[in-house]
């Protein structure tokens, strides 16, 4: 078997890579529910695809910025889920030192330059990151992850202006959920697509199936690669949908579960699996132990954190500068 010029192992590493944001996430969940997690959170449950498909397009050296919603993300492009849970629950062991929580989260050294909580502020970031790779000549690519609310920002604007003018190495990934916290993409914006933006600035424009991590992956794929070849940037804009409210505070009132469900017929890691299994790439129980090995790869994760040291509070402005 083969898809999107994928052998079965990456396919089932796609596989993996989902299960273990999944599991991080419904995890999340639960110890929010407990009151064990300061402030609120975002989860991307239902959008695993488009983290793990793109991720994998890059290279280990490769950047990435994400957003407020960003624990797919971070996994995905390789951080260490113990270090990833640590900073989760504001451990002294975390990416950030417990200063980051669920939606600061950085790993500089794996190549995620952190999360934003600023709608649409990472864009801006990711045209200078561009810069510095064409300066450095590094041949690096940066993506910069962010959500359908933040493409009607102005930053969005100045950020794809600047980049294509440059011919900067920069992908522009669109997690279009279809709702800005509670406004429907479809209110928000007179254009059919977001990616049809990326004509005003004379760049490739491309939607995938946001719900298929195959699709997202090839798309991802020629567009990584035509950056790092010097085609400049593109946008990418993968059609997907969050299972949760916006935070821990939306009831989500502006939705029907009808449509919810909907949308979790097409789950990008039951679509993935079924998919493995009819191919014979992987048994039933071979799936299963698959899961199994994500849910406990995050339980040995939280018993790591929970065994880990507050930060110390004499330590609390170190990094501050202004």
Known sequence: MSAGGLPPDRLVALLRTMLLIRAFEELADELFAQGRVHGTMHLSVGQEAVAAGVCAALQPGDYILSTHRGHGHCLAK????????????????GYCRGRGGSMHIADVAGGNLGANGIVAGGLPIATGVGLSIRLRRSGQVCVAFFG?????????????????????????????????????VGRAMRVARVSDR??????????ADGMDVVAVYTVATELV???RQGGGPALLECVTYRYRGHSKSDRQRYRAREEVEAWRARDPIDRLRARLLAAGV??????????AEARAAVAAALAFAEASPEPDPATLLEGVYA
């Open 78 to 93: 390789g951080a260490d889920v113990r270090r990833m849970m640590a900073e989760f629950l504001g451990k002294a062991t």
């Open 148 to 184: 359908d609310g933040a493409a009607n920002e102005g930053a969005f604007h100045e950020a794809l202006n600047l980049a294509s003018i440059w011919e900067l190495p920069v992908l522009f990934v669109c997690e279009n959920n279809q709702y800005a916290m509670s406004m429907p």
């Open 198 to 207: 990326a004509a005003a600035y004379g760049m490739p424009g491309v939607t």
């Open 225 to 227: 690669a035509r950056a």
């Open 282 to 291: 992987l048994s039933a129980a071979a799936a299963n132990q698959l899961a």
